[in-house]
């Protein structure tokens, strides 16, 4: 039996229906499949900036400063192929399980996904940036047969001025979440994501970036408390309706409004047209 009475039509980016009447506790981030896997992916998933780690151990960068004259030989970008292999290996848990590597840019960058395991076995998140830290960090001292005295430049290349700093200021690997740290209270990790990423996640897609940064709010709303007993069905209505586009009221807002803006006569942008203008619009709000 549905948990509320209430069901919703869902429709794509393009306006055409997917399903209809959808319970509306179906779609909620606690068991929709596709709601807990992208949660799943963004506290597994690390990028692995491999041309950063290249120019940082050729240059003797460490975290936000340089030091002249240190310098390993290396080359990242073209051994990345065997450098991924070697991170597989030690970032794994079993063999066949979750972990999953993708080469992006020629090699210029690594997505890891750190297998579940090591997550369901760790208090928080960041479990997955500091295991693909430390592989990194070893399979390049291991490629390279960098010495004792050298490991300090690779480790400083990757994370960064990590432990003087909380997070890994001035390193190369990088996760969508931020540190714990940086969160100003419980519950926020998921909602502290920067639009830009969720832009760059959906390739600068309008209606799937606006699903995606709903999943995240939402999911961060029932992480912080605020979805228990009758406020669960306020925040699933809000995400249906304002993120995942249900009876495609999003998308039909946004077409009248762009038709009312066709429709608009264009207004003179002179001095005096334009202060006239805008007393106008200021009347015409006063009256609302």
């Known amino acids: 039996m549905a948990k509320y009475k209430e069901t919703i039509d869902l ?4 306006g055409k229906q997917l399903k209809s009447g959808v319970a509306l506790d179906k779609i909620s981030p606690l068991v929709n499949k596709g709601a807990l896997e992208a949660i799943d992916l963004t506290k597994r998933t690390v990028a692995v900036n491999l041309a950063g780690i290249d ?11 340089r030091i002249l004259g240190r310098a390993i030989k290396a080359d990242c970008v073209k051994d990345a192929d065997a450098l991924s292999d070697a991170i597989a290996k030690m970032v794994s848990v079993e063999d066949g399980d979750d972990t999953k590597i993708t080469k992006v840019g020629g090699g210029k960058m690594l997505l890891v996904e750190v297998p579940s395991a090591r997550l369901q076995a760790a208090a928080t998140y960041d479990a997955a940036t500091s295991a693909v830290a430390a592989a990194v960090t070893y399979a390049l001292i291991e490629k390279y ?31 969508i979440l931020s540190i714990p740290q940086n969160n100003e209270g419980l519950g926020y990790a998921l909602r502290n994501i920067p639009a830009n990423h969720v832009a760059m996640m959906t390739h600068r897609n309008a209606m799937q970036a606006a699903a995606l940064s709903s999943t995240f709010e939402q999911a961060g709303e029932f992480e912080m408390g605020m979805a228990i007993g009758p406020f669960e069905r306020a925040q ?7 993120g995942l586009n249900a009876n495609n009221i999003v998308y039909d807002l946004v077409k009248k409004y762009h038709r009312f803006r066709r429709a608009e006569p264009r207004r003179a942008c002179h001095r005096g047209q334009g202060h006239q203008a ?11």
């Open 145 to 175: 047969k960098v010495g004792m005295y050298d490991g300090a430049y690779v480790k400083s290349a990757v994370w960064g001025a990590y432990p003087q700093t909380m997070d890994m200021q001035g390193g190369n690997i990088i996760s």
């Open 236 to 242: 699933l209505l809000l995400y249906a309706y304002q």
């Open 11 to 14: 429709y794509d980016d393009q």
């Open 278 to 288: 805008r007393k106008e619009g200021q009347e015409r709000l006063r009256l609302l």
């Open 55 to 65: 120019n940082a151990i050729k240059t003797g960068s460490m975290g936000k400063g």
